[in-house]
């Protein structure tokens, strides 16, 4: 099956870029998403990228695909307090079943 | 937030206990799927429904049996629930039509067993 890896923790500044990072085995993966959680909630789509695609913008979001490495990034523009969250990468094979990877852990600072 | 809700929210039961968790949703999905968080793993999928009586396991399906009657409602039961099973348990659906699908989450069950 696929592994999808993510690091598990980022701290930026208020106002700073955050890029998260994501790397995924199946090449086949037809579409790469990116989820959002609160503390206590469940996860919120963020946006999603086709794997014919390698960039997709939406708002303080890009994201960004490269298809040869298998990695998958996504930045946030002018990081807000409220962006602290843990965000998770996911692909998803031709039957629509999602892999997800661990999360990666935003804190943002004042 | 797709008109997803789960219940109960939290639970907390002994071992060997039989539990069933419900998802119910109201915009007639056809797909529903129920997934366990737990830390450094992500979220596992524990098995998924694509139509009232369809169903199918996924990675983490061991000890957990599912069912669906009607399209908006969908269990998870675990049979004799174990202390492994103490996790945060995630209801979706998928929504979407032709070449993207999106999933989309309930506000999960935080189940402890003791």
């Known amino acids: 099956g696929e592994d999808v890896e993510q690091s598990l923790f980022l701290s930026v500044r208020e106002g700073d870029s955050s890029v998260i990072n994501c790397t995924y085995t199946?090449?086949?993966?037809?579409?790469l998403y990116w989820y959002k959680q609160e503390p206590g909630a469940g996860l919120q789509l963020l946006t999603y990228?086709?794997?014919?695609?390698d960039m997709k913008q939406d708002q303080r979001l890009t994201v960004l695909l490269n298809k040869k490495d298998k990695h998958l990034s996504l930045r946030i523009a002018d990081t807000q307090t409220g962006d602290s969250a843990i965000y998770f990468c996911?692909?998803?094979?031709?039957?629509?079943?999602?892999?997800f990877g661990g999360g990666t852990r935003l804190m943002v600072k004042p | 937030d797709a008109g997803i809700t789960q219940s109960p929210r939290h639970k907390v039961t002994e071992t060997g206990t039989p539990v069933t968790l419900r998802c119910h949703q109201t915009?007639?999905?056809?797909?529903m799927y129920w997934y366990r968080q737990d830390p450094g793993h992500g979220l596992r999928l524990i098995h998924y429904?694509?139509?009232?009586?369809?169903?199918d396991k996924g990675e983490v399906s061991d000890g957990y049996s599912v069912s669906r009657s009607k399209t908006e409602d969908f269990l998870l039961t675990l049979e004799s629930a174990t202390s492994s099973q103490t996790s945060v348990y995630f209801c979706?659906?998928?929504?979407?039509?032709?070449?993207?699908?999106?999933?989309?989450f309930g506000p999960g069950t935080r189940l402890t067993v003791t």
């Open positions: 429904s694509y139509g009232v009586k369809d169903t």
């Open positions: 996911a692909g998803s094979n031709a039957g629509n079943m999602l892999t």
């Open positions: 915009e007639n999905h056809r797909y």
């Open positions: 979706a659906i998928r929504s979407g039509t032709g070449a993207s699908y999106e999933q989309y």
């Open positions: 199946d090449s086949s993966s037809t579409y």
């Open positions: 990228i086709f794997s014919n695609m």
